[in-house]
T-cell receptor
Framework: EAQVTQNPRYLITVTGKKLTVTCSQN?????MSWYRQDPGLGLRQIYY???????DKGDVPEGYKVSRKEKRNFPLILESPSPNQTSLYFC???????????FGQGTRLTVV | QKEVEQNSGPLSVPEGAIASLNCTYS??????FFWYRQYSGKSPELIMF????GDKEDGRFTAQLNKASQYVSLLIRDSQPSDSATYLC???????????FGSGTQLTVLP
C-alpha cells in the first residue's frame, strides 16, 4: 500500500529537549516536505527536499532542521523545542514539486 | 495579500443541497489547483485537481476554474453529513514551484 508514515503520532516534550519526528514514504517520490498546521493559519511549509541531499527552507523554517540521506526518509529535527512549536505536523511526498501531495497521518506535538 | 485565500467558514448546508466552496489566488500564472478534504484530527486527502485548461467533474464533485477572476470553486452536489470536513485549496503558482495552501473552509452538512 502506498503510504507516508510518520512517527510518533503524539508527543509531549519539555522546552529545550531535542526531538526527531520521522517520515518515510514507499512511493519512490523525489519530493518531500514538512508542514505545520495551526488554527486559522492553514498548512505552512517548513522545509522541503527535491531529492537526496537536496533540502531547502520553506515559509517557516526557524527552529527546525531536516536531512535527506535516503530517498524514502525525511526526518524533522527540533534541536531545542519551544512552546511556540506546539502544533500539528504533517510530512508529505509527491512525484515532483507542485504535484499531488500524499500526506502522513500527522504528529501532534506539545512543548511545555 | 495572501497567495491563496479561502473563507474560513463555517459554511453550513442542509443534506442534499449543493455546497459551494471558493478559493482565490494571487498569481495569474498559476498552473495547477488541488482540493483536499481534511476531517478533524486527520491528514488531508486529495479529492480533486484541475489544470489551467479546464474544469473537472468526478461523481458529486465538480471543480471549476475562473482564470479571469482568479478563483477556483469546488461544488459538492447532494451534500451528505459525511462531507462535513475542512476543505483545503492548494495552488501551484507559476513562480513558486511548490504548492501553496489556503487556510481551509470548514463545511458542515446538516442532517
Amino acid at each position: 500500500e502506498a503510504q507516508v508514515t510518520q512517527n510518533p503520532r503524539y508527543l509531549i516534550t519539555v522546552t529545550g529537549k531535542k526531538l526527531t519526528v520521522t517520515c518515510s514514504q514507499n512511493m519512490n517520490h523525489e519530493y518531500m516536505s514538512w508542514y505545520r498546521q495551526d488554527p486559522g493559519l492553514g498548512l505552512r511549509q517548513i522545509y522541503y527536499s527535491m531529492n537526496v541531499e537536496v533540502t531547502d527552507k520553506g515559509d517557516v523554517p526557524e527552529g527546525y532542521k531536516v536531512s535527506r540521506k535516503e530517498k524514502r526518509n525525511f526526518p524533522l529535527i527540533l534541536e531545542s523545542p519551544s512552546p511556540n512549536q506546539t502544533s500539528l505536523y504533517f510530512c508529505a511526498s509527491s512525484f515532483s514539486q507542485g504535484a499531488r501531495a500524499f500526506f502522513g497521518q500527522g504528529t501532534r506535538l506539545t512543548v511545555v | 495579500q495572501k497567495e491563496v485565500e479561502q473563507n474560513s467558514g463555517p459554511l453550513s448546508v442542509p443534506e442534499g443541497a449543493i455546497a459551494s466552496l471558493n478559493c482565490t489566488y494571487s498569481d495569474r500564472g498559476s498552473q495547477s489547483f488541488f482540493w483536499y478534504r481534511q476531517y478533524s484530527g486527520k491528514s488531508p486527502e486529495l479529492i480533486m485537481f484541475i489544470y489551467s485548461n479546464g474544469d473537472k467533474e468526478d461523481g458529486r464533485f465538480t471543480a471549476q476554474l475562473n482564470k479571469a477572476s482568479q478563483y477556483v470553486s469546488l461544488l459538492i452536489r447532494d451534500s451528505q453529513p459525511s462531507d462535513s470536513a475542512t476543505y483545503l485549496c492548494a495552488v501551484k503558482s507559476g513562480s513558486a514551484r511548490q504548492l501553496t495552501f489556503g487556510s481551509g473552509t470548514q463545511l458542515t452538512v446538516l442532517p
